[in-house]
Each structure stands twice: as structure tokens, then as C-alpha cells.
């Protein structure tokens, strides 16, 4: 079990609020009736992906129950994409992803300890950076490359891409996507924003336009469960759900505080920060209600081939 209590740039909150009732999702999982869409041919996309698991990230075994696991869990559905649809050998020692069922209470509490494993390989010290997640994939994807698979991951911003809806259809298209986005809480001056937290999930689904300003997704998010909070929720796997979601190009005025480097005397973050105008995609939704707004920053991207002959 981890048990570092610093906190990281990437945490997610346990949420408030109704429960929401478990539902089935038509939008994930093999067989139908869940339907793989891939059509980019322009000037519209529109891109689906079955069989990609919905694993929750609170969970009993985990550090503070799983509370900022939210990039190792969205990383899992990925890896379960992979292993039971394209059958690639994932895992770690004994262990493969694709011998587990998340559905199957059996397997929930081994499931639980890859989610963890994931951590430990992404640096899990109360939130895991992007680039870790990849280095923890590349580490659980050994096993296929040493069977002969190619491997391939990346990361695309959305304060660089000159076609940020068009490189996520195009990524999504070779498989599930892990995106990252920001709360956004009112900076020190009028006007500008500042991040305080953020998420990370993994993304099914999407619509939109090539060069298009608005786009809609339809997310595996590890952190809204249909059962949170009720009794034995941290013990069981909840019903898999899509979540739908709207991302709208923005150009923000973004707030950056100086961190404090640890490996000097002083106290860098007493110093004042600086401001930006930056491109962030907001994302909003009915399960994506609060108090900061919500702005994609970077989603990244994996992919795998079988070997030749």
C-alpha cells in the first residue's frame, strides 16, 4: 500500500451532492450493443471505441481510498481496451489485464492492487503527472513488445495543437485516451484564472469539426460512480456508465503562482507569480457541475500494432 501523503499538481476531490442511480452503459463494453464508429473524413469527425472498462478509483486498499487515483484508473481502462479487445499481453509479472474482468467481484481486489502497481510506476505521491502515466504504460506494455508488438504514446496540449478537436478524433481513433483537465478557480486579478486541482479520465467517444471550436465527448470517468458514497461502495465495482460532456475552445488570462523548489533554502512561492493568455478547452456537463470551471489542458494518446506475420 502507498502511503505518501505530499500533495501533486493532479488531484481529484471525493464528490458532494445526490447520488446518482447505476446505470448500464450502451456507449462501452463488448459484445453490442455498443457499436466502434471511425469516420474522419472531413469537415466532420466522429470516432467511438468499445471495450473499454469503467474502473472505479475509490477503493478500499488504496491510499486515502483511492481519493487521487484518478490518473493510474483512467490508465487501467486503457491498458483493458488493449488486452480484451486488440488481445495484447499486458501486465506485470504474473498478472495480465487481460485475464481480469472488472465486472467480476473475484477479481476486484487484484484489480485494486494493478491499479496501485500503476501508481507506484507513475510516481503516485498524491497525484500522478501525464508524463509518469506514460512511463508506467510503457512498463506494462513490456510484456507485447517482447512478444513482438509495437508500442507508441504521446501527449498533445491544448495550449500548442493547431487542431486540438482533429488530433483528439485522430488519436481516439487508434484507441482510448487518457485527457487531463484543470479547476479553474478566479485569480488575483479580475479577469484571470488560476488551477486548483484537476482530474483525469479516460475518453470513449467524440463529435465535432476538424479546426471546429466545440466538440462533444463521451467520458469513462474513474471519480463519478453511480454508488459513491452508499455502503460497500468502496469494496465493489460499480455499473459502467458514459458520461456526456461539451468541450468549448476558450482563450484564457491564466494565473501561474511560483512553485517552491525543495532543494533550496527559500521560499520561491512567497515570490509573485505571472500571467498568460493560454488556449484551454472548457469542459461542462450535467455530472460536471461546481464551483471552479473546468479546462482541458492535454489528453494523452497510446498505441499498439500486432506483430508482423
Same mark, same amino acid.
Given at each position: ?46 470516432? #467511438? ?5 469503467? +474502473? ?53 481486489? +487484484? ?8 501508481? +507506484? ?7 500522478? #503527472? ?56 478566479? !485569480? ?29 465527448? #463521451? ?70 457541475? !461546481? ?14 500494432? #500486432?506483430?508482423?506475420?
Amino acid at each position: 500500500m502507498i502511503r505518501k501523503t505530499i500533495l501533486a499538481a493532479v488531484t481529484t476531490t471525493a464528490l458532494a451532492g445526490a447520488i446518482y442511480p447505476a446505470t448500464a452503459s450502451a456507449d462501452l463494453g463488448t459484445p453490442p450493443p455498443c457499436v466502434k464508429v471511425s469516420d474522419l473524413t472531413g469537415p466532420t469527425f466522429e470516432v #467511438k471505441q468499445c471495450g473499454v472498462s469503467d +474502473v472505479d478509483q475509490f477503493r478500499a486498499g488504496l491510499e486515502n481510498n483511492g481519493n487521487a487515483y484518478c490518473g493510474p484508473t483512467s490508465l487501467y481502462n486503457v491498458m483493458h481496451y488493449w488486452s480484451h479487445v486488440q488481445k495484447a499481453p499486458i501486465g506485470w509479472v504474473t498478472t495480465r489485464v487481460g485475464n481480469l474482468e472488472p465486472k467480476d467481484q473475484a477479481d476486484y481486489n +487484484v484489480i485494486t492492487n494493478s491499479i496501485g502497481r500503476i501508481g +507506484v510506476d507513475a510516481k503516485y505521491d498524491g497525484g500522478t #503527472k501525464m508524463g509518469n502515466l506514460r512511463t508506467a504504460w510503457n512498463i506494462a506494455t513490456k510484456p507485447a513488445r517482447d512478444a513482438g508488438w509495437s508500442t507508441a504514446d504521446g501527449n498533445i496540449s491544448s495550449a500548442t495543437s493547431a487542431d486540438f478537436a482533429g488530433d483528439l478524433a485522430k488519436r481516439l481513433n487508434q484507441g482510448p485516451v487518457q485527457l487531463v483537465y484543470g479547476r479553474y478557480k478566479a !485569480g488575483p486579478q479580475a479577469g484571470s484564472l488560476q488551477r486548483n486541482g484537476g482530474h483525469i479520465v479516460t475518453v470513449v467517444s467524440a463529435k465535432g469539426t476538424f479546426n471546429g471550436t466545440t466538440m462533444q465527448l #463521451k467520458l469513462a470517468d474513474p471519480g463519478r460512480a453511480g454508488d459513491h458514497g452508499q455502503d460497500g461502495y468502496l469494496n465493489t465495482q460499480s455499473a459502467y456508465e458514459s458520461l456526456d460532456v461539451t468541450l468549448e475552445r476558450k482563450n484564457i488570462w491564466e494565473y501561474v503562482p511560483v512553485a517552491d523548489d525543495e532543494n533550496t533554502p527559500e521560499d520561491e512561492s512567497v515570490q509573485p507569480g505571472t500571467y498568460r493568455f493560454v488556449q484551454r478547452w472548457e469542459l461542462t456537463g450535467p455530472r460536471y457541475v !461546481g464551483t471552479t470551471r473546468q479546462m482541458v489542458e492535454t489528453f494523452n494518446w497510446f498505441a499498439m500494432a #500486432k506483430p508482423v506475420g
